[in-house]
Structure formats: C-alpha cells, structure tokens
C-alpha cells in the first residue's frame, strides 16, 4: 500500500517533502487552505521524486483550462506522478468567499471532470477541443498554447466526495475517488461502496479501473505521551469537521449526529478552541485510524487494503521523524505481509 502526506506549508514545501521522502513516503498532497494548492507542489516536485497531488482543489471557481495547465505541468515536474484531485467545497464558501455558483453541485463536477479531460484529450492525442456542457464549454486549442504530448499519458483526475450522488458519480467518470478523511468504517462500508458499486455500472471501458483513494485522519503515538499529543491534534481537527452540517452524516450514522448544531453554535460564538471538546475517545478512535504504528496499519489494512492501493495519511499535530518512520513502514510492511498471505492462500 502506498502512503502519500500531507504539505501544509509554502516556503518550506521543498524541505518538507523531502523530510516525508526521508521517511519513506510514496507521494504527497496539498489541500485548499491559507496557500495555494498547486505551488506548493512545484516546489515538492522540483526537490524530491515523489508523487503530488492536489487534495483537493476547488473546481468551481477555477477554468478547466486553467486547472489543466497547472495540473500538466505538475505531471512534467514530478516525472508523470500528478493526480489532479478536484473538489466541490460548500456552498457557503462557493458563493460567499469564491462568488461564483453552487446550484446543481454534482452535474456541476461531472462537467468539470469531462472538461479538464477534453482539454487533457487534445494536448495528449492531438484530436480538436470539443467540450459543449451545461457549465463550460470549450472549442479552441492552438497549438501555440498546447504542451506535447507526456510519455506517461495525462494526469490522472480524482474527485473529493462523500455524499452517495458525488461518489457515485464520481465513480462513474473520474480516475478515483477521494475519500473524504471524516468516514468511519461503517460509513465506508455501507454508503460510499454500495454508492462506488452503483456508479461503476455506468463506467465507461476507455477510463480504465477506478481507483478508490481514502483519506484518513491518523491519530498515532507509540507511548502515552505521543499519544496524547497525537489526540488533542486530532480531537481539534474533528471538532471543526463536525461543525460543518456536510459532514453530519458521518457523526449521525455514529450515533453522533447531535453534536453537528452543538459545534455549529460554538462556531458562531467564536469559540474554535472548544470545538474539540466535543469529541471524547470513542468517536476519535470511530473516525480517525487511532493507536501505535502497528495498530494503525493493521486498522487501515482491515477497513481499506480489499479496495485501496494508496492512501492519504493526516496527522493534525507534530509527529517525530523516527515515529513517521515506523508509521510509514508498518503501513508498507502490513501490506506486504496481507500479500504474501494472499498469496499462500491462492
């Protein structure tokens, strides 16, 4: 299984992809926070031989021209590595901090995904720029404004869901599926599967095999005091997804689903730093991938390892280099421990 971490910074972006290559890491990624979220990656690219990945961007504020420049040229920094993650954000954010449109957010997407891909058609294979959809459309590629063709073909496109519609569409016609990091075993078991099963059926052949990517949040310490770091870290960053009502689902399918207003009124009072107080041990442990490198692994073997080759690790606090050592190789050695037994059994 292969490991890919986060990159939260900008000017160390370079130094700290190669402390997480140092560790073993397979790929890293960048979300849509305080930077932007495709330089960071140039800068990861340029230093190091990792895999990057936009996790995720914004896709409705952005021109899928734009989104497919930034994207190709990450693809020629980092050797072919470059996943463009794409999301939808909420509409709060979508109309109040980017101004554009939120109406009709999944067909909104899946005409984001078909136009990055049209444009990523006619720079690979040469063929017209032809995208007409409900949202974009896109007729006029010079060859001027075209890079060649990669050898390792175009970036691949991922998608950010967590609701069945998205996931299912995405699914459908993305690369992969970014599972979203606030998901628990059960949520991934009885909602995103059945909703990547469903979408599946209506695949077409030319995309290949669809990739379904998880992004765990993993709260991991080898003692009692790392360990309490790692929680607090933790406890902090599930606080604030729980005050997000796109998120409830998760906490409600938990037995949870009353936090989400208690944690949106905290948010109104202006009281962040209460936030996770909310979430006692057994949440985090339902939530996050929780306990010592080895009790992670193992955890993320069990609930992802049947359908995932890859997954996005988040740790929300300070992690020593020697602990993300052993989590990066527990993660790699549970896989290939799953395997070899595989293989025996076949």
Known sequence: MEVLAAVYGLEDAGSEARRLEAAGVDGVFTFEGPHDVFIPLALAA???DLSVMTNVAIAFPRNAVHMAHAAWDLHVLSGGR??????TQVRPHIEGRFGVDFDRPVERMRDAVEAV???FRTWQDGVPLEHRGPFRTHTRMSPMFSPPPHPAGPPRIAVGALGPRLTAMAAEVADALAVMPVTSEEFFTEVTLPAVDRGRTDRPSRLG???VLPELIVCCGRDVAEQAVADAGCRALLG???STPAYRPVFERAGRGD??????QLTREGRWDALGDLIDDDLLSTVAVRGTPAQVASLVHRRYA????RVCIYMPYAM???????????????ATAAAAVDAVAR
């Open 46 to 48: 340029a230093a190091t």
């Open 306 to 309: 049947g359908d995932c080759r």
């Open 259 to 264: 936090l989400q207003p208690r944690a949106q």
């Open 117 to 119: 891909r049209s444009v």
């Open 209 to 211: 095999p669809l990739e």
């Open 240 to 242: 604030f997804y729980v």
């Open 82 to 87: 470059c996943t463009l993650g794409l999301g």
């Open 320 to 334: 020593a280099d020697d602990l993300l050592v052993e989590l990066v190789d527990a993660l790699h050695g549970e």
